[in-house]
């Protein structure tokens, strides 16, 4: 199994932790990934200003993918969602492909829609399967209780992206379950981080973002545990910078990626996943792991 | 005379060049809490002396190996660069201490320098030819290569030309003087003390045979036994200064060249042509290094250097500012940083070549000296605010500029201004948000307030509450054309609210409306209706956290998020059609 690795703007520069435990997973599961210097961004954070930047920018990174012929594998749950959402709309109008091509077109570049663009959680869970990430866990987690966060863009809008069910989504509770975790149901599961607000209105965005913990804390989690670049973001970063300003008192809950809570059941060192670079420490998680 | 003239001429003008950059370095307006001057430059001088004095000495040593002499950042990233950039700046050094500065250095170290004996005469041409090679190279990147966005600027074009000029003229030079018998007749005159032409002749049936030289009466093919006696000549009155020409093997394949015109070429003192061409080239290239690319040579290790032990967090606030003036200067425009940008495909759209880092920098020191205004402003400012903040500019600056910190303080001071930024309000201002802690509480929100006052100051109708609005009539370039794709589908809306009942934004305020203006209800059917300022002027359109519930749940399948991407794009283009 071989992929293209996107890994967008904010990971290599602000969430190294993601990256370095993708790697890691990737490789303990045996799938080769292929970095694309010229990748650039995906596109998202222009879509509010410009909607042909941003499917410009989708396009060119899918067309680099697809001159090699590769299959993309994104990250980040907002990167995600504007890959589906300009191939959605580059299929559904010629005019604006023609466009797009005409500019690709200047460094060689086109883009045919071949490529396709597939979330972490995805390619994890249909490409290589619950039962094969099972046979290589080799540590499993404990009485820990995981509040998983599905995140927005790549659930919704669920004739886009089709990722799972947008009403009863079980992909990734079933991704946390496999290391031995128990997922637990809670209210406001599949709602907003608050992210695409920070910097614009960060008190709503903080809002909603303390909303998610307390609600995920109030229902027994232990760790909150997300696979996007925005949400981590959002739930380390910006819950640390709530925490720090002090005045409102809410139970830190640490957030996980992903990649790092199946990375320790896989065994990898804690080192390579890089939990140290989480903002609100998640170290103790190893306590709830069984010996090897 | 006229020579010296001119060496001191261009001296004074390098001078008095050098004294009016490095001041600009302690002048140039870029943090937001300036400094004066003349701390600066204190601050700078404390900051340089504590560096030396201390163990990061060893890093500045260490670095200055590394990434000056080697340039290892630039084979990182591009061989071919690499390759091309080390030609040039490694043999044009040589060139500068070996050659153009024998009389200083090259003579004092070897008291038997003649620039006509090896190993001197072959290294000259051989580091020429190393300097035009890179030339070539470049040339080659640049203009037939083309890597998409790379741009040429006049700089780069007078860089390349002059360069290029003084490489050729030196190369003709040489190979007119090879040929040269008026300065083989003064040279026998000044060293054999023959005067008696038949003396002479066998030397010079020696020199044109072997050295290249080409007279007007004495011509081969010459017999054994002349040419054995002005060998001997040769061995008592020239050998000591003079290796085989051949050895220059660029002015003597040039000498060949024009062997049959040479003689003329002579008469006409072609050699004393070419000679004025060549220093002076060379000293219009020293009194514009200051203010041409050029400076970077001196300027770009200053910058690597200062940040290899500066830090933004823990460095004094004036140094960091006066570092990025320094920056300013460092820059190469090699177009490493916009062949990596993250947005740099986006010029394509917006056609604002501030978007691209290696344009972007050339325009901001312009903001930061002070000579931007109107139009021109507020493009640069759209530029630097397109930005990702994904610091790959800054990993891959062979100058090691950091470029990163530079967008944001230049940012941050051109937000001080009264000028309208509208990308703050998409998720471009993440960085922005997580940087909070680092700006001043009013300088933070206030380019926000702006911008969203900004769109909704043309749209009073959604000011004024109390009165009843009246319907308009069906505006069909509106409804119709403006709302493209699949947003039209907003004229399936049957008002019940489903989107603004699961909306996570509108369940965050006690009194929505207030807050938000229109809610996502009221947006889709204001549109319907054609009421196009309503739906422009909401608050709602910049708070949405595009979570795609509203669309998710919408009975009628309106798309409703993506309506209000639609009209988020439409706003900010109407506000910017208006300020043109």
Not at chain 1, 236 to 255: E, K, R, T, W, Y
Not at chain 2, 140 to 147: E, M, N, P, Q, V
Request: glycine share 6%.
């Amino acid at each position: 199994m071989r992929f293209a690795l996107f890994l967008g703007c904010n990971i290599p520069a602000r969430v190294k932790q993601y990256e370095l435990s993708s790697r890691a997973v990737f490789r303990k599961i045996g799938i080769d990934i292929i970095d694309i210097k010229e990748f650039n961004c995906c596109g998202y954070p222009l879509r509010n200003i410009d909607y042909k930047a941003s499917v410009l920018s989708a396009a060119r990174n899918m067309a680099l993918a697809e001159k090699q012929g590769l299959n993309i594998v994104v990250l980040c749950m907002c990167g995600f969602g504007m890959f589906k959402e300009a191939e959605h709309r580059l299929k559904e109008s010629n005019a604006l492909k023609e466009e797009i091509n005409a500019i690709l077109a200047k460094e060689g570049l086109e883009y045919q829609g071949k490529t396709e663009v597939k979330h972490i959680l995805t390619v994890l869970y249909h490409d290589v399967g619950l039962d094969v990430i099972k046979e290589k866990v080799v540590r499993k987690y404990k009485d820990i209780k995981i509040a998983t966060h599905y995140g927005c863009h790549a659930l919704r809008p669920s004739d886009v992206v089709m990722f799972d069910d947008p009403v009863n989504p079980e992909l990734f509770d079933k991704l946390v379950e496999v290391t031995g975790a128990k997922s637990i149901y809670w209210q406001s599961r599949l709602d907003c981080c608050g992210a695409p607000l920070l910097g614009i209105n960060d008190e709503l965005s903080m809002d909603l973002t303390k909303k998610k913990i307390v609600n995920a804390s109030e229902s027994g989690a232990d760790y909150l545990c997300d696979s996007c670049t925005y949400c981590h973001m959002q739930f380390d970063n910006v819950q640390q910078m709530i925490i720090s300003s002090g005045h409102d008192g809410i139970h830190a809950l640490p957030a996980i990626l992903y990649t790092q809570l199946l990375g320790l059941s896989l065994g990898i060192d804690s080192k390579a996943l890089g939990l140290a670079n989480n903002r609100v420490d998640i170290s103790k998680i190893e306590e709830f792991l069984s010996s090897i | 005379m006229f020579y010296s003239i001119s060496l001191y001429l261009a001296l004074a003008i390098f001078i008095i060049g050098l004294i009016y950059k490095v001041s600009t370095w302690f002048s140039l307006t870029i943090s937001v809490e300036s400094k004066k001057v003349s701390t600066r430059f204190l601050m700078a001088l404390k900051g340089v002396i504590a560096a030396i004095f201390s163990g990061r000495i060893l890093i500045l040593l260490k670095v200055f190996f590394l990434d000056v002499i080697i340039q290892r950042k630039v084979m990182r990233e591009d061989f071919l660069r690499w390759l091309a950039h080390i030609l040039i700046y490694w043999s044009f050094m040589l060139l500068l201490v070996m050659h153009a500065l024998d009389s200083l250095i090259t003579s004092r170290i070897f008291p038997d320098y003649s620039p006509t004996i090896n190993p001197f005469m072959f290294l000259r041409d051989l580091f020429g030819l190393f300097v035009i090679v890179g030339v070539c190279l470049v040339i080659y990147r640049r203009f037939i290569l083309k890597a998409p966005r790379l741009k040429t600027n006049a700089m780069d074009h007078y860089a390349i030309i002059l360069l290029a000029i003084i490489m050729l003229s030196g190369v003709f030079l040489e190979g007119a003087k090879i040929g040269s018998y008026s300065i083989y007749e003064s040279m026998v005159e000044q060293y054999s003390g023959m005067e008696d032409a038949g003396e002479i002749k066998p030397l010079t049936a020696f020199w044109v045979e072997n050295f290249g030289v080409v007279s007007p009466d004495v011509k081969g093919p010459f017999d054994q036994e002349l040419l054995k006696k002005g060998r001997e000549i040769h061995e008592t009155s020239c050998v000591t200064c003079h290796s085989r020409p051949r050895w220059a093997f660029m002015g003597y394949s040039a000498a060949r060249l024009v062997k049959g015109i040479a003689v003329a070429l002579d008469r006409a003192g072609v050699h004393t042509f070419l000679w004025y061409i060549h220093f002076l080239a060379c000293f219009i290239g020293l009194a514009y290094l200051p203010f041409s690319k050029f400076f970077h040579i001196f300027v770009t290790p200053v910058s690597i250097l200062a940040n290899s032990v500066m830090d933004r967090q823990v460095s004094e606030a004036a140094n960091v500012e006066t570092r990025q003036a320094v920056e300013f200067d460092a820059c190469t425009h090699c177009g490493q940083c916009t062949a990596r940008c993250s947005v740099a495909i986006s010029y394509e759209t917006f056609e604002n070549a501030n978007i691209l880092p290696s344009e972007k920098i050339r325009s901001l020191r312009k903001v930061a000296a002070g000579k931007e205004s109107g139009e021109n402003f507020a493009r640069i400012l759209e530029g630097s605010s397109i930005c990702t903040n994904c610091h790959r500019c800054t990993d891959v600056c062979p100058a090691g500029i950091n470029l990163e910190d530079l967008w944001f303080s230049m940012r941050e001071s051109m937000f001080k201004k009264d000028y309208p930024e509208f990308s703050l309000l998409s998720p471009l201002s993440y960085y922005r948000g997580l940087m909070r802690d680092t700006i001043p509480e009013e300088d933070y929100t206030k380019p926000l307030v702006r911008a969203r006052n900004t769109i909704t100051a043309g749209y009073d109708l959604i000011k004024d509450q109390t009165e009843v609005i009246t319907i308009p009539a069906y505006d069909s370039e509106f409804q119709d054309k403006s709302l493209s794709f699949q947003a039209s589908a907003f004229k399936d809306c049957f008002g019940c609210q489903t989107c603004t009942n699961v909306c996570p934004v509108v369940a965050n305020y006690e009194n929505p409306k207030e807050t938000l203006g229109l809610l996502p209800h009221q947006i889709m059917y204001s549109l319907g209706l054609g009421l196009k300022d309503l739906a422009l002027g909401s608050n709602m359109l910049w708070d949405c956290v595009t979570c795609y519930q509203c669309q998710e749940q919408c009975p009628q399948g309106v798309k409703v998020t993506e309506v209000l991407f639609e009209l988020k794009n439409l706003a900010i283009q109407s506000v910017k059609a208006k300020a043109v």
